[in-house]
């Protein structure tokens, strides 16, 4: 199943059979972070009749390796959890936390 959109006029937006923007990617555009935004009504819609299920994995780390001073933390954290969109729309998970140190054998 498709989401039925076509280009619009404006560069980098998308819309519906109804020629209403449902889509549109504004750094296209303008300056800013590349991102795609999509009307929420619409999403739904399309999720609902898809039978779809939207979801975002989430996954970090960051390390702090080679101090040799004794005072610096050395350790490795990592972060990472899942985000999905319930049919009422609202955005339900969570997110986890994970610090290690590091061991050092010499």
């Given at each position: 199943m498709s989401l039925g959109l076509?280009?619009?006029?404006?560069?980098?937006a998308y819309c519906n059979h109804d020629n209403?923007?449902?889509c549109d990617a504004p750094s296209v555009c303008e300056r800013g972070?590349?991102?795609?935004?999509m009307r929420k009504d619409y999403l739904l819609e399309y999720l609902n009749q898809s039978k779809?299920?939207?979801v975002w994995i989430v996954q970090g780390e960051k390390q702090i390796?080679?101090?040799?001073?004794?005072?610096?933390?050395?350790?490795?954290?990592k972060v990472g959890g899942v985000f999905y969109l319930e049919e009422s729309g609202?955005?339900?998970g969570n997110i986890?936390?994970?610090i290690r140190p590091y061991k050092w054998s010499r």
């Open positions: 076509k280009p619009s006029r404006i560069e980098g209403e923007i449902v972070p590349a991102c795609l935004l779809f299920s939207l390796t080679g101090n040799t001073r004794k005072d610096l933390p050395t350790f490795d954290y609202k955005i339900e986890e936390n994970f």
